[in-house]
């Protein structure tokens, strides 16, 4: 009788659902305006690892297609101001998921800037303010660094590389190696699978569905409404001050993910924080 139930539990080929298959890889693609041509093996290899790795990883690719809506309308405007290819959002999304995380390194904010890089591009940092969490900060500071890098090794690709290896050390593997270019070198791991991960996060978002990801099942997140406060003086209870306001230091906090403390210090030039425009879509919990 055992025997007969699993007999009978196995599916029949008119049972079975169609599963998803990965499409060709592409003969070439477009990043920032350069081609990359996919005819050499190991280009095209290590990009089909790398879109393997990411297109079933359904808990990173729905997260990030959810937050997309919310977050990449401003993050392109800020790039586009700032004369940064439309591309490099695919590589503030493979560091940060469009989130404000903190790396075990200590990198943190969308664009991932360690401390000691962050000060350099003049981002405050202190135990009341972290302007890596602040997009119109961050992002002015990745394109110049980025647009440094270009202009340095006359690559867009190369500038990718060297947000992950560092442009001195992209530059030190490249001499001893006497090559051309990123593709051409031979690097550590993670800076070899960098530029990757960027162009499968590319084609993924590019065309979801083709991926398997239909976005008309996938619930988007709607852009926050805000409304600017400036404040010309220092806050010395944000939670207090965020109560006056009608809101919430939760509700503060989410909108100015920059704020790290209760307390905000006199400088000069104030600041300008971001209150919710339409308190329906943001208010206070009310039983």
């Known amino acids: 009788m055992e025997g007969q139930k699993q007999e009978e539990s196995k599916s029949t080929p008119e049972s079975k659902v169609e599963h998803f298959q990965m499409p060709q890889l592409p003969d070439s693609i477009i990043f920032a305006g350069e ?8 280009l095209k290899e290590r990009l089909d690892k790398e879109l393997h790795a990411i297109v079933y990883y359904h808990n990173l690719i729905i997260p990030c297609l959810k937050r997309s809506t919310r977050f990449l309308p401003e993050l392109e ?4 101001e700032n004369n940064l290819p439309d591309d490099f959002k695919y590589l503030a999304i493979i560091e940060s998921g469009l989130e404000n995380v903190t ?7 969308f664009w991932q800037f360690m401390a ?4 350099e ?21 990745a394109a110049k660094y980025i647009i440094n890098a270009k202009d340095s090794m006359g690559s867009w690709v190369d500038a990718a590389a060297s947000f992950n290896r560092g442009e001195a050390g992209l530059k030190k593997d490249k001499k001893w190696q006497e090559a051309d270019s990123y593709f051409d070198t031979y690097m550590n791991t993670e800076t070899g699978r960098y530029v990757f991960r960027i162009l499968a996060m590319k084609l993924i978002f590019e ?23 400036r404040v010309e003086e220092g806050i010395l209870d944000v939670a207090h001050w965020s109560k006056e306001k009608g809101y919430n230091y939760k509700i503060v906090r989410k909108l100015n993910p920059w704020i790290i ?3 905000l210090p006199n ?7 971001l209150l919710p425009a339409k308190d329906e879509h943001f208010s206070n919990y009310k039983d």
């Open 35 to 42: 081609l990359i041509d996919f005819t050499d093996w190991d």
């Open 77 to 80: 405007r800020l790039m586009k």
């Open 103 to 109: 790396s075990p390194s200590g990198a943190q904010g």
């Open 116 to 119: 000691a890089t962050a000060r």
């Open 121 to 141: 591009y003049e981002m405050t940092i202190s135990e009341y303010i972290d302007e890596r969490n602040d997009l119109a900060k961050s992002t002015p500071a």
């Open 207 to 229: 065309d979801p569905m083709k991926y398997g990801y239909d976005l008309k099942k996938i619930e988007q997140y709607e852009p926050y409404e805000t409304k600017s406060e």
């Open 261 to 263: 403390g209760n307390r």
């Open 267 to 273: 400088r000069s030039g104030g600041y300008t924080i």
